[in-house]
Protein backbone atom coordinates (compact mmCIF):
# COMPACT_ATOMS: atom_id res chain seq x y z
CA UNK A 1 0.00 0.00 0.00
CA UNK A 2 1.32 3.14 -1.14
CA UNK A 3 -0.06 6.52 -2.21
CA UNK A 4 1.24 7.71 -5.74
CA UNK A 5 0.69 11.09 -7.55
CA UNK A 6 1.57 12.61 -10.85
CA UNK A 7 1.82 16.08 -12.76
CA UNK A 8 1.69 16.72 -16.43
CA UNK A 9 1.58 20.06 -17.85
CA UNK A 10 1.56 21.66 -15.34
CA UNK A 11 1.77 25.75 -15.66
CA UNK A 12 2.85 27.00 -12.40
CA UNK A 13 6.19 25.71 -10.69
CA UNK A 14 6.05 22.30 -9.50
CA UNK A 15 7.18 22.95 -5.86
CA UNK A 16 3.78 25.47 -4.96
CA UNK A 17 2.03 21.44 -5.87
CA UNK A 18 4.44 19.40 -3.41
CA UNK A 19 1.43 20.69 -0.32
CA UNK A 20 -1.08 18.47 -2.42
CA UNK A 21 1.07 15.49 -2.72
CA UNK A 22 1.43 15.69 1.16
CA UNK A 23 -2.35 15.43 1.78
CA UNK A 24 -1.85 11.62 1.37
CA UNK A 25 1.26 11.23 3.14
CA UNK A 26 -0.64 8.99 5.77
CA UNK A 27 -0.82 6.19 2.46
CA UNK A 28 3.39 5.64 2.90
CA UNK A 29 4.77 6.21 5.89
CA UNK A 30 8.04 4.57 5.40
CA UNK A 31 9.59 6.87 2.55
CA UNK A 32 8.76 9.90 0.66
CA UNK A 33 10.11 11.21 -3.20
CA UNK A 34 8.81 13.98 -5.44
CA UNK A 35 11.05 13.55 -9.07
CA UNK A 36 11.01 15.85 -11.66
CA UNK A 37 10.82 13.67 -15.33
CA UNK A 38 13.80 14.88 -17.59
CA UNK A 39 13.68 16.71 -19.99
CA UNK A 40 9.85 17.43 -19.15
CA UNK A 41 10.45 20.45 -16.40
CA UNK A 42 6.87 20.60 -15.80
CA UNK A 43 5.65 16.75 -15.02
CA UNK A 44 6.93 15.00 -12.15
CA UNK A 45 6.23 12.25 -9.81
CA UNK A 46 5.26 11.90 -6.05
CA UNK A 47 5.56 8.85 -4.76
CA UNK A 48 4.87 7.57 -0.49
CA UNK A 49 6.04 4.64 0.09
CA UNK A 50 4.78 1.20 2.82
CA UNK A 51 7.91 -0.68 1.91
CA UNK A 52 6.39 -4.49 2.06
CA UNK A 53 8.05 -5.95 -0.32
CA UNK A 54 12.09 -5.38 -1.07
CA UNK A 55 12.71 -3.10 1.56
CA UNK A 56 16.11 -1.90 0.46
CA UNK A 57 14.76 -1.23 -3.12
CA UNK A 58 11.78 -0.15 -4.68
CA UNK A 59 11.39 3.56 -4.42
CA UNK A 60 9.59 5.33 -7.01
CA UNK A 61 9.14 6.36 -9.83
CA UNK A 62 10.89 2.63 -10.67
CA UNK A 63 13.14 2.88 -13.12
CA UNK A 64 15.58 0.23 -14.25
CA UNK A 65 18.82 0.01 -16.45
CA UNK A 66 17.18 -1.81 -19.11
CA UNK A 67 14.73 0.70 -20.07
CA UNK A 68 15.72 3.70 -19.19
CA UNK A 69 12.60 5.78 -20.67
CA UNK A 70 9.88 4.14 -18.43
CA UNK A 71 8.82 5.79 -15.36
CA UNK A 72 6.36 3.83 -13.31
CA UNK A 73 4.64 4.81 -10.10
CA UNK A 74 1.91 1.98 -8.71
CA UNK A 75 0.55 1.19 -5.40
CA UNK A 76 -0.25 -2.06 -5.01
CA UNK A 77 1.12 -5.91 -4.97
CA UNK A 78 1.68 -8.64 -7.96
CA UNK A 79 1.37 -11.84 -7.27
CA UNK A 80 2.36 -13.88 -10.36
CA UNK A 81 5.17 -11.66 -10.51
CA UNK A 82 7.71 -14.57 -9.92
CA UNK A 83 5.64 -16.65 -12.05
CA UNK A 84 5.73 -14.07 -14.93
CA UNK A 85 9.37 -13.35 -14.65
CA UNK A 86 10.05 -17.21 -14.77
CA UNK A 87 7.11 -17.77 -18.22
CA UNK A 88 8.39 -15.15 -20.27
CA UNK A 89 12.14 -14.88 -19.10
CA UNK A 90 12.51 -11.76 -17.87
CA UNK A 91 15.67 -11.36 -15.58
CA UNK A 92 14.54 -8.45 -12.66
CA UNK A 93 17.02 -5.83 -11.93
CA UNK A 94 15.73 -5.75 -8.00
CA UNK A 95 13.37 -7.97 -5.86
CA UNK A 96 10.26 -5.70 -6.29
CA UNK A 97 7.09 -7.36 -7.92
CA UNK A 98 5.87 -3.89 -9.65
CA UNK A 99 9.28 -3.93 -11.64
CA UNK A 100 7.51 -6.64 -14.00
CA UNK A 101 5.21 -4.55 -14.95
CA UNK A 102 8.13 -2.69 -17.48
CA UNK A 103 9.11 -5.62 -18.76
CA UNK A 104 5.52 -6.24 -19.70
CA UNK A 105 5.11 -3.68 -21.52
CA UNK A 106 7.97 -3.75 -23.64
CA UNK A 107 7.36 -6.90 -24.76
CA UNK A 108 3.16 -6.83 -25.04
CA UNK A 109 2.18 -3.26 -24.89
CA UNK A 110 0.21 -1.85 -22.17
CA UNK A 111 -3.18 -4.09 -22.62
CA UNK A 112 -1.63 -7.51 -22.05
CA UNK A 113 0.19 -6.18 -19.42
CA UNK A 114 -2.72 -5.24 -17.53
CA UNK A 115 -4.57 -8.31 -18.05
CA UNK A 116 -1.50 -10.47 -17.21
CA UNK A 117 -0.97 -9.17 -13.85
CA UNK A 118 -2.74 -10.84 -11.17
CA UNK A 119 -2.51 -8.49 -8.11
CA UNK A 120 -4.31 -5.30 -6.76
CA UNK A 121 -2.54 -2.09 -8.16
CA UNK A 122 -3.26 1.33 -9.84
CA UNK A 123 -0.77 2.69 -12.00
CA UNK A 124 0.70 5.51 -13.55
CA UNK A 125 3.36 4.62 -16.38
CA UNK A 126 5.49 6.81 -18.76
CA UNK A 127 7.30 6.05 -21.61
CA UNK A 128 9.53 9.14 -22.75
CA UNK A 129 10.66 7.40 -26.24
CA UNK A 130 6.95 6.94 -27.87
CA UNK A 131 5.72 10.01 -25.57
CA UNK A 132 2.90 7.82 -23.77
CA UNK A 133 1.46 8.47 -20.49
CA UNK A 134 -0.69 5.27 -19.48
CA UNK A 135 -2.98 4.83 -16.64
CA UNK A 136 -4.59 1.86 -14.64
CA UNK A 137 -6.48 0.15 -12.23
CA UNK A 138 -7.22 -3.27 -11.06
CA UNK A 139 -10.50 -5.30 -11.96
CA UNK A 140 -12.57 -4.29 -8.60
CA UNK A 141 -10.31 -1.06 -8.25
CA UNK A 142 -8.87 -2.10 -4.74
CA UNK A 143 -6.28 -0.03 -4.93
CA UNK A 144 -7.31 4.17 -5.61
CA UNK A 145 -6.87 6.55 -8.27
CA UNK A 146 -8.17 9.55 -8.93
CA UNK A 147 -7.87 11.99 -12.35
CA UNK A 148 -8.01 15.63 -12.90
CA UNK A 149 -8.31 17.10 -15.87
CA UNK A 150 -8.27 20.21 -17.82
CA UNK A 151 -9.73 21.20 -21.29
CA UNK A 152 -5.98 22.42 -21.74
CA UNK A 153 -3.96 19.32 -21.52
CA UNK A 154 -3.28 19.45 -18.02
CA UNK A 155 -3.26 15.72 -16.47
CA UNK A 156 -3.02 15.57 -12.71
CA UNK A 157 -3.19 11.99 -10.89
CA UNK A 158 -3.29 11.01 -7.29
CA UNK A 159 -4.21 7.50 -5.35
CA UNK A 160 -7.30 10.25 -3.18
CA UNK A 161 -8.66 12.86 -4.21
CA UNK A 162 -7.57 14.96 -1.63
CA UNK A 163 -4.08 15.41 -3.63
CA UNK A 164 -5.79 16.77 -6.10
CA UNK A 165 -8.66 19.47 -4.62
CA UNK A 166 -6.38 21.74 -3.59
CA UNK A 167 -4.16 22.06 -7.04
CA UNK A 168 -4.34 25.16 -9.02
CA UNK A 169 -3.91 25.71 -12.83
CA UNK A 170 -5.19 28.50 -15.33
CA UNK A 171 -8.28 26.69 -17.31
CA UNK A 172 -11.19 28.02 -19.11
CA UNK A 173 -13.39 25.56 -16.86
CA UNK A 174 -13.37 23.99 -13.74
CA UNK A 175 -11.05 20.81 -13.71
CA UNK A 176 -13.00 17.92 -12.86
CA UNK A 177 -11.63 15.10 -10.48
CA UNK A 178 -13.09 11.29 -11.16
CA UNK A 179 -11.85 8.07 -10.63
CA UNK A 180 -10.04 5.97 -12.74
CA UNK A 181 -12.18 3.06 -13.58
CA UNK A 182 -11.54 -0.30 -12.37
CA UNK A 183 -10.71 -2.81 -14.89
CA UNK A 184 -9.55 -0.33 -17.38
CA UNK A 185 -6.50 1.41 -18.84
CA UNK A 186 -6.15 4.98 -20.03
CA UNK A 187 -3.98 6.14 -23.20
CA UNK A 188 -2.40 9.42 -23.75
CA UNK A 189 -0.13 11.64 -26.07
CA UNK A 190 2.87 13.32 -24.30
CA UNK A 191 3.49 16.65 -25.90
CA UNK A 192 7.33 18.40 -25.81
CA UNK A 193 5.44 20.72 -23.43
CA UNK A 194 4.37 18.08 -20.72
CA UNK A 195 0.38 18.39 -21.68
CA UNK A 196 -2.00 15.22 -22.48
CA UNK A 197 -4.20 14.22 -25.41
CA UNK A 198 -5.92 11.31 -24.20
CA UNK A 199 -6.19 8.83 -27.40
CA UNK A 200 -8.49 5.77 -25.54
CA UNK A 201 -9.28 4.19 -22.09
CA UNK A 202 -10.52 0.41 -22.90
CA UNK A 203 -11.14 -2.22 -20.73
CA UNK A 204 -8.83 -4.83 -19.96
CA UNK A 205 -10.85 -7.28 -17.95
CA UNK A 206 -14.28 -7.72 -16.64
CA UNK A 207 -15.46 -9.66 -13.81
CA UNK A 208 -17.58 -12.17 -15.30
CA UNK A 209 -14.44 -13.27 -17.26
CA UNK A 210 -11.87 -15.76 -16.82
CA UNK A 211 -8.38 -13.68 -16.21
CA UNK A 212 -5.78 -13.98 -18.62
CA UNK A 213 -3.54 -14.29 -16.33
CA UNK A 214 -4.33 -17.88 -15.06
CA UNK A 215 -2.04 -19.50 -17.58
CA UNK A 216 0.74 -18.94 -15.06
CA UNK A 217 -1.08 -19.98 -12.25
CA UNK A 218 0.62 -22.51 -10.20
CA UNK A 219 -3.01 -24.41 -9.34
CA UNK A 220 -3.75 -24.88 -13.37
CA UNK A 221 -6.84 -26.21 -14.80
CA UNK A 222 -9.85 -27.19 -12.43
CA UNK A 223 -12.31 -29.78 -12.88
CA UNK A 224 -14.94 -29.34 -14.94
CA UNK A 225 -18.75 -29.79 -14.06
CA UNK A 226 -21.62 -28.00 -12.36
CA UNK A 227 -22.11 -31.24 -10.07
CA UNK A 228 -22.09 -29.99 -6.15
CA UNK A 229 -18.80 -32.10 -5.23
CA UNK A 230 -16.87 -30.47 -7.80
CA UNK A 231 -17.96 -27.10 -7.59
CA UNK A 232 -17.80 -27.04 -3.51
CA UNK A 233 -14.06 -28.69 -3.97
CA UNK A 234 -13.55 -26.09 -6.97
CA UNK A 235 -14.42 -23.17 -4.24
CA UNK A 236 -12.24 -24.30 -1.52
CA UNK A 237 -9.19 -25.20 -3.50
CA UNK A 238 -9.95 -21.35 -5.11
CA UNK A 239 -9.60 -19.33 -1.92
CA UNK A 240 -7.18 -21.44 -0.46
CA UNK A 241 -4.94 -20.52 -3.12
CA UNK A 242 -6.30 -17.10 -2.95
CA UNK A 243 -5.32 -16.31 0.62
CA UNK A 244 -1.68 -18.05 0.17
CA UNK A 245 -0.34 -15.92 -2.77
CA UNK A 246 -1.70 -12.76 -0.68
CA UNK A 247 0.95 -13.91 2.05
CA UNK A 248 3.78 -12.08 -0.01
CA UNK A 249 5.27 -9.69 2.39
CA UNK A 250 8.35 -9.15 4.66
CA UNK A 251 6.09 -7.40 7.29
CA UNK A 252 3.88 -8.55 10.06
CA UNK A 253 0.55 -10.13 8.86
CA UNK A 254 -2.65 -10.22 10.51
CA UNK A 255 -6.44 -10.25 10.31
CA UNK A 256 -9.67 -8.71 10.69
CA UNK A 257 -11.72 -11.40 12.65
CA UNK A 258 -15.26 -9.96 13.12
CA UNK A 259 -17.06 -13.46 13.82
CA UNK A 260 -18.99 -13.30 10.77
CA UNK A 261 -18.57 -15.55 7.71
CA UNK A 262 -16.31 -13.93 5.98
CA UNK A 263 -13.63 -12.90 8.57
CA UNK A 264 -13.71 -15.93 9.78
CA UNK A 265 -12.96 -18.28 6.95
CA UNK A 266 -10.00 -16.06 6.11
CA UNK A 267 -8.32 -15.71 9.44
CA UNK A 268 -9.33 -19.88 9.55
CA UNK A 269 -7.58 -20.10 6.52
CA UNK A 270 -4.92 -17.60 7.42
CA UNK A 271 -4.01 -19.16 10.02
CA UNK A 272 -3.71 -22.95 8.77
CA UNK A 273 -1.46 -21.47 5.81
CA UNK A 274 0.95 -18.94 7.92
CA UNK A 275 0.32 -19.69 11.63
CA UNK A 276 0.34 -16.28 12.34
CA UNK A 277 -2.54 -13.87 12.94
CA UNK A 278 -3.59 -10.77 14.22
CA UNK A 279 -7.80 -10.04 14.90
CA UNK A 280 -9.29 -6.92 16.16
CA UNK A 281 -12.96 -6.04 16.02
CA UNK A 282 -16.25 -6.12 17.71
CA UNK A 283 -19.11 -7.16 20.28
CA UNK A 284 -19.74 -9.85 16.88
CA UNK A 285 -17.21 -9.99 20.23
CA UNK A 286 -18.29 -13.50 21.37
CA UNK A 287 -18.37 -15.22 18.13
CA UNK A 288 -14.45 -13.48 17.21
CA UNK A 289 -13.65 -14.94 20.59
CA UNK A 290 -14.51 -18.57 19.45
CA UNK A 291 -13.11 -18.37 15.96
CA UNK A 292 -9.85 -17.08 17.85
CA UNK A 293 -10.04 -20.16 20.37
CA UNK A 294 -11.12 -23.09 17.45
CA UNK A 295 -7.95 -21.60 14.68
CA UNK A 296 -5.51 -21.04 17.29
CA UNK A 297 -4.77 -17.39 16.98
CA UNK A 298 -3.63 -14.61 18.76
CA UNK A 299 -6.70 -12.58 19.16
CA UNK A 300 -6.67 -9.04 19.96
CA UNK A 301 -10.11 -7.35 20.85
CA UNK A 302 -10.80 -3.55 20.05
CA UNK A 303 -13.72 -1.98 22.13
CA UNK A 304 -15.02 1.07 21.98
CA UNK A 305 -17.81 3.25 22.90
CA UNK A 306 -20.50 5.14 21.06
CA UNK A 307 -19.02 8.28 21.88
CA UNK A 308 -15.69 6.95 20.18
CA UNK A 309 -17.26 6.40 17.19
CA UNK A 310 -19.28 9.58 17.05
CA UNK A 311 -15.95 11.66 17.59
CA UNK A 312 -14.68 9.70 14.63
CA UNK A 313 -17.09 10.22 11.97
CA UNK A 314 -15.14 14.13 10.71
CA UNK A 315 -12.40 12.46 10.14
CA UNK A 316 -13.54 9.17 8.45
CA UNK A 317 -15.58 10.71 6.23
CA UNK A 318 -12.38 13.36 5.39
CA UNK A 319 -10.46 9.84 4.69
CA UNK A 320 -13.53 8.26 3.15
CA UNK A 321 -14.54 11.20 0.54
CA UNK A 322 -17.96 10.31 0.67
CA UNK A 323 -21.18 10.78 2.37
CA UNK A 324 -22.55 7.16 1.66
CA UNK A 325 -24.57 6.41 4.46
CA UNK A 326 -23.70 2.56 4.94
CA UNK A 327 -20.52 2.91 4.16
CA UNK A 328 -19.58 5.77 6.74
CA UNK A 329 -21.09 3.75 9.24
CA UNK A 330 -19.27 1.04 8.93
CA UNK A 331 -16.30 2.64 8.45
CA UNK A 332 -15.86 4.22 11.69
CA UNK A 333 -15.50 0.66 13.50
CA UNK A 334 -12.64 -0.06 10.84
CA UNK A 335 -11.10 3.03 10.94
CA UNK A 336 -10.93 2.43 14.90
CA UNK A 337 -9.81 -1.21 14.54
CA UNK A 338 -6.91 0.06 11.99
CA UNK A 339 -5.57 2.76 14.54
CA UNK A 340 -5.33 0.57 17.40
CA UNK A 341 -3.51 -2.01 14.62
CA UNK A 342 -1.03 0.71 13.97
CA UNK A 343 -0.83 2.08 17.46
CA UNK A 344 -0.49 -1.32 19.55
CA UNK A 345 0.82 -4.30 17.08
CA UNK A 346 3.64 -4.26 14.52
CA UNK A 347 1.84 -5.89 11.81
CA UNK A 348 1.07 -3.51 8.78
CA UNK A 349 0.11 -6.37 5.84
CA UNK A 350 -4.22 -6.68 7.37
CA UNK A 351 -6.37 -9.87 5.43
CA UNK A 352 -10.39 -9.10 5.40
CA UNK A 353 -13.28 -10.36 4.02
CA UNK A 354 -14.63 -7.80 1.92
CA UNK A 355 -16.07 -8.84 -1.48
CA UNK A 356 -17.64 -12.10 -0.12
CA UNK A 357 -21.30 -10.49 0.23
CA UNK A 358 -21.49 -9.43 -3.04
CA UNK A 359 -19.60 -12.39 -4.55
CA UNK A 360 -21.85 -15.02 -2.82
CA UNK A 361 -24.92 -13.31 -2.41
CA UNK A 362 -24.64 -12.96 0.92
CA UNK A 363 -26.83 -9.36 1.70
CA UNK A 364 -30.17 -10.71 3.40
CA UNK A 365 -32.25 -8.80 0.70
CA UNK A 366 -31.36 -11.15 -1.18
CA UNK A 367 -34.18 -13.65 0.03
CA UNK A 368 -36.96 -10.82 -1.70
CA UNK A 369 -34.51 -11.70 -5.50
CA UNK A 370 -37.74 -12.28 -7.86
CA UNK A 371 -35.53 -14.97 -9.33
CA UNK A 372 -32.29 -16.49 -9.76
CA UNK A 373 -31.31 -14.62 -12.84
CA UNK A 374 -32.23 -11.33 -11.06
CA UNK A 375 -29.74 -12.50 -8.21
CA UNK A 376 -26.95 -12.87 -10.48
CA UNK A 377 -27.30 -10.08 -12.19
CA UNK A 378 -27.76 -7.97 -9.09
CA UNK A 379 -24.30 -9.92 -7.81
CA UNK A 380 -22.63 -8.66 -10.72
CA UNK A 381 -23.64 -5.12 -10.22
CA UNK A 382 -22.42 -4.91 -6.68
CA UNK A 383 -19.43 -6.58 -7.40
CA UNK A 384 -18.54 -3.83 -10.58
CA UNK A 385 -19.59 -0.93 -7.70
CA UNK A 386 -17.70 -2.18 -5.52
CA UNK A 387 -14.94 0.86 -5.48
CA UNK A 388 -17.80 2.97 -4.38
CA UNK A 389 -18.89 1.31 -1.33
CA UNK A 390 -16.62 -1.42 0.77
CA UNK A 391 -13.75 -1.03 -1.30
CA UNK A 392 -13.04 2.21 -0.48
CA UNK A 393 -14.34 1.69 2.70
CA UNK A 394 -11.57 -0.75 3.19
CA UNK A 395 -8.96 0.76 1.28
CA UNK A 396 -9.53 4.44 2.74
CA UNK A 397 -9.73 3.30 7.13
CA UNK A 398 -6.75 0.79 7.01
CA UNK A 399 -4.65 3.11 4.73
CA UNK A 400 -5.59 6.33 7.03
CA UNK A 401 -3.08 4.13 9.33
CA UNK A 402 -0.35 3.17 6.97
CA UNK A 403 -1.77 -0.10 6.52
CA UNK A 404 -1.86 -2.63 3.58
CA UNK A 405 -4.93 -4.93 3.15
CA UNK A 406 -5.71 -7.85 1.29
CA UNK A 407 -8.57 -9.65 0.04
CA UNK A 408 -8.76 -12.80 -1.04
CA UNK A 409 -12.54 -12.87 -1.60
CA UNK A 410 -11.50 -11.01 -4.84
CA UNK A 411 -9.00 -12.72 -6.12
CA UNK A 412 -9.71 -12.98 -10.44
CA UNK A 413 -9.89 -16.63 -10.52
CA UNK A 414 -12.45 -17.20 -7.63
CA UNK A 415 -15.13 -14.58 -8.78
CA UNK A 416 -14.66 -15.21 -12.40
CA UNK A 417 -15.44 -18.68 -11.10
CA UNK A 418 -18.09 -18.07 -9.01
CA UNK A 419 -19.57 -15.69 -10.91
CA UNK A 420 -19.65 -18.81 -14.25
CA UNK A 421 -22.03 -20.68 -11.90
CA UNK A 422 -25.57 -21.38 -12.77
CA UNK A 423 -27.63 -18.96 -11.32
CA UNK A 424 -29.63 -21.45 -9.43
CA UNK A 425 -26.75 -22.62 -7.10
CA UNK A 426 -25.82 -19.00 -5.82
CA UNK A 427 -29.12 -18.07 -4.51
CA UNK A 428 -30.32 -18.27 -0.51
CA UNK A 429 -31.28 -22.08 0.59
CA UNK A 430 -33.58 -23.23 3.45
CA UNK A 431 -33.26 -19.63 4.84
CA UNK A 432 -29.44 -19.24 4.72
CA UNK A 433 -27.73 -16.53 2.52
CA UNK A 434 -24.27 -17.62 1.05
CA UNK A 435 -25.68 -21.07 1.31
CA UNK A 436 -23.17 -22.58 -1.28
CA UNK A 437 -19.98 -21.18 -0.02
CA UNK A 438 -20.86 -21.77 3.65
CA UNK A 439 -21.47 -25.47 2.35
CA UNK A 440 -18.39 -25.63 0.46
CA UNK A 441 -16.83 -25.63 4.02
CA UNK A 442 -18.91 -28.09 5.65
CA UNK A 443 -17.08 -30.85 7.69
CA UNK A 444 -13.81 -29.10 7.07
CA UNK A 445 -12.87 -28.64 11.03
CA UNK A 446 -11.70 -24.78 9.52
CA UNK A 447 -14.14 -23.04 11.40
CA UNK A 448 -16.61 -23.70 14.32
CA UNK A 449 -20.28 -24.80 12.72
CA UNK A 450 -21.99 -22.57 14.72
CA UNK A 451 -20.17 -19.59 13.08
CA UNK A 452 -20.15 -21.00 9.37
CA UNK A 453 -23.94 -20.90 9.54
CA UNK A 454 -24.14 -17.80 11.55
CA UNK A 455 -26.44 -15.07 9.85
CA UNK A 456 -25.17 -12.16 7.83
CA UNK A 457 -24.94 -9.23 10.11
CA UNK A 458 -23.87 -5.63 8.93
CA UNK A 459 -20.89 -4.54 10.62
CA UNK A 460 -22.27 -1.31 11.44
CA UNK A 461 -24.99 -3.48 12.91
CA UNK A 462 -23.63 -6.38 14.83
CA UNK A 463 -20.04 -3.80 16.36
CA UNK A 464 -22.52 -2.48 18.92
CA UNK A 465 -25.40 -5.00 19.98
CA UNK A 466 -28.75 -6.71 19.30
CA UNK A 467 -30.34 -4.52 21.46
CA UNK A 468 -28.66 -1.28 20.52
CA UNK A 469 -26.95 -0.67 16.80
CA UNK A 470 -23.92 1.45 16.17
CA UNK A 471 -26.46 3.55 13.69
CA UNK A 472 -29.14 4.03 16.03
CA UNK A 473 -26.37 5.19 18.25
CA UNK A 474 -25.29 7.53 15.66
CA UNK A 475 -28.95 8.74 14.70
CA UNK A 476 -29.80 9.83 18.11
CA UNK A 477 -26.54 11.59 19.01
CA UNK A 478 -26.88 13.45 15.88
CA UNK A 479 -30.85 14.21 16.39
CA UNK A 480 -30.41 17.57 17.89
CA UNK A 481 -27.33 18.40 15.25
CA UNK A 482 -29.65 19.50 12.49
CA UNK A 483 -32.92 21.04 12.84
CA UNK A 484 -36.22 20.26 10.79
CA UNK A 485 -36.15 23.40 8.79
CA UNK A 486 -32.74 21.99 7.58
CA UNK A 487 -34.15 19.26 6.67
CA UNK A 488 -36.87 20.40 4.75
CA UNK A 489 -34.53 22.33 2.56
CA UNK A 490 -32.76 19.46 1.99
CA UNK A 491 -33.67 18.89 -1.66
CA UNK A 492 -32.91 22.49 -2.99
CA UNK A 493 -29.43 22.70 -0.33
CA UNK A 494 -28.16 19.34 -1.66
CA UNK A 495 -30.25 18.54 -5.46
CA UNK A 496 -27.76 15.57 -6.15
CA UNK A 497 -28.59 12.58 -3.77
CA UNK A 498 -31.18 14.61 -1.46
CA UNK A 499 -30.39 13.15 2.19
CA UNK A 500 -33.85 11.90 3.91
CA UNK A 501 -32.67 11.53 7.29
CA UNK A 502 -30.88 13.93 9.59
CA UNK A 503 -27.61 11.42 9.93
CA UNK A 504 -27.50 11.47 5.98
CA UNK A 505 -27.74 15.22 6.10
CA UNK A 506 -25.14 15.45 8.57
CA UNK A 507 -23.01 13.13 6.82
CA UNK A 508 -23.44 15.44 3.28
CA UNK A 509 -23.09 18.45 5.65
CA UNK A 510 -19.51 17.31 6.82
CA UNK A 511 -18.30 15.84 3.18
CA UNK A 512 -19.63 19.83 1.49
CA UNK A 513 -17.38 21.19 4.34
CA UNK A 514 -14.26 19.02 3.11
CA UNK A 515 -15.11 18.87 -0.33
CA UNK A 516 -17.36 21.91 -1.66
CA UNK A 517 -19.17 20.92 -4.95
CA UNK A 518 -17.72 17.15 -5.27
CA UNK A 519 -21.27 15.23 -4.07
CA UNK A 520 -21.12 13.85 -7.64
CA UNK A 521 -18.48 11.45 -6.36
CA UNK A 522 -21.21 9.37 -5.24
CA UNK A 523 -23.98 8.73 -8.45
CA UNK A 524 -26.04 6.80 -5.67
CA UNK A 525 -26.77 5.88 -2.20
CA UNK A 526 -26.32 1.90 -1.36
CA UNK A 527 -29.28 0.71 -0.47
CA UNK A 528 -31.11 -3.08 -0.82
CA UNK A 529 -33.33 -4.06 -3.53
CA UNK A 530 -36.20 -5.99 -4.27
CA UNK A 531 -37.55 -4.01 -0.74
CA UNK A 532 -39.21 -0.64 0.64
CA UNK A 533 -36.60 0.05 3.24
CA UNK A 534 -34.85 3.24 2.71
CA UNK A 535 -32.23 2.94 5.23
CA UNK A 536 -29.21 0.42 4.44
CA UNK A 537 -29.05 -1.59 7.81
CA UNK A 538 -30.11 -5.22 7.32
CA UNK A 539 -32.01 -4.74 10.87
CA UNK A 540 -34.65 -2.57 9.37
CA UNK A 541 -35.80 -4.86 7.04
CA UNK A 542 -39.10 -6.71 7.57
CA UNK A 543 -37.73 -10.07 7.23
CA UNK A 544 -34.65 -9.31 9.62
CA UNK A 545 -34.29 -11.63 12.87
CA UNK A 546 -31.28 -12.52 15.00
CA UNK A 547 -29.66 -15.84 15.65
CA UNK A 548 -31.30 -17.09 18.39
CA UNK A 549 -28.10 -16.57 20.90
CA UNK A 550 -28.10 -13.33 20.66
CA UNK A 551 -31.43 -11.90 21.41
Not at 409 to 433: N, Q
Request: proline share 5%; aromatic share 10%; charged share 25%.
Amino acid sequence: MCGIWALFGSDECLSVHVTSAMRIAHRGPDAFRFENVNGFTNCCFGFHRLAVVDQLHGMQPLRINKFPFLWLCYNGEIYNHLALNKKFGFKPQMAVDGEVLLHLYDRFGIKKMAALLDGVFAFILLDTEKKKVFVGRDTYGVKPLFKLSTDDGFLALCSEAKGLTEITHAMTSPASIEQVLPGHFEEFDLKQNGKVSSVQMEEFHCCTDGPEHAVCDSLGTLPSGFDEDTVKSNIRTLFENAVKKRLMAQRRIGCLLSGGLDSSLVAATLMKLAKEETAADSPDILAARKVAAYIGSEHHEVNFSAEEGIRAVEEVIFHLETYDITTVRASVGMFLVAKYIREKSDSVVIFSGEGADELTQGYIYFHKAPSPRASAEESIRLMKELYLFDVLRADRTTAAHGLELRVPFLDHRLTAYVLSLPDDMKVPKHGVEKHLLRDSFRDQDLIPDEILWRRKEAFSDGMMSVKKSWYVCLQEHLEDMVNDDQMEKAPQTFPHNPPHTKEAFYFRQVFEQRFPGRSQWLPHYWLPRWTQSSDPSARTLAFYTPDKEEQ
